[in-house]
């Protein structure tokens, strides 16, 4: 395991709304003004539509590898895909272990997403580069759950309404999928990891080698 508690956060300036067309990695999210003037559904730079929207909105778990595939066709959602996993938001979920980390993931999703409108709509999603990103906020940022406008855009749910119980419930399955694909061998429960040094306890509690078989704490 790595040790140095900064290790693969990069400081790529890749937004939202970045693109890169060429390299077959766009942007679906479309302006007021955008969608009056061409169909919905289309990268915003090239205008090429690669997704099956209808499809995705259905937002059925059976079908969610179509889902997880389509949302590397953004740049955004490919980045984080892709980028190493800090040592720290790694750290976080072995600490919790898969069951917890359930959990926790629901409710982060249903803070940050759950109602119409958050007091820092936009930003109340860590990136990569905050050295307290856990696996969620990696997660969230992968699925399009980590503000509202992504997720109008990548689940068809409108921002003007609270999400239901079911589209929270769907948006933690998605995100709890990426864990499982970046993290494979990630334990059912939680396991005794370290402190590295540097880092604030607060925000991952150590579980102890003898409470990592019984310990339920967050």
């Given amino acids: 395991m790595a040790t140095n508690p900064t290790e693969g956060l990069k400081r790529l300036d890749i937004k939202c709304t970045s693109t890169a067309c060429a390299d077959g990695l766009h942007c679906f999210l479309l302006t007021k003004k955008m969608k009056q003037t061409g169909p919905s559904g289309r990268c915003r ?26 949302l590397k ?9 892709h980028i190493p996993i800090s040592v720290y938001a790694e750290n976080y979920a072995r600490r919790k272990g898969r069951l917890q980390l359930k959990g926790a ?15 820092r709509e936009g930003q109340q999603t860590a990136r990569e580069t905050n050295p307290h990103a856990n696996a969620v906020h990696y997660a969230q940022h992968a699925t399009a759950s980590c503000c509202r406008r992504c997720v109008e855009e990548w689940h068809g749910i409108p921002r ?14 998605l995100a709890m999928l990426y864990i499982a694909s970046r993290l494979p061998d990630l334990a059912e429960g939680p396991i005794y990891v370290p402190h590295l040094p540097g880092t604030a306890h607060a925000h991952s509690p150590e579980i102890s080698p003898s409470e990592s078989e019984s310990s339920h704490a967050d």
């Fill in 45 to 70: 730079a090239c205008g090429v539509q690669l997704v099956d929207w209808a499809r995705v909105f259905r937002k059925d778990l059976r079908d969610a590898n179509y889902t997880l595939e389509s």
């Fill in 73 to 81: 066709y953004e740049l955004i959602r490919h980045h984080f895909w």
């Fill in 105 to 119: 993931a629901r409710k982060q999703i249903e803070h940050a997403v759950g109602q119409i409108a958050h007091p």
């Fill in 160 to 173: 003007d309404r609270e999400l239901t119980t079911e589209e929270i419930s769907y948006l933690t399955e």
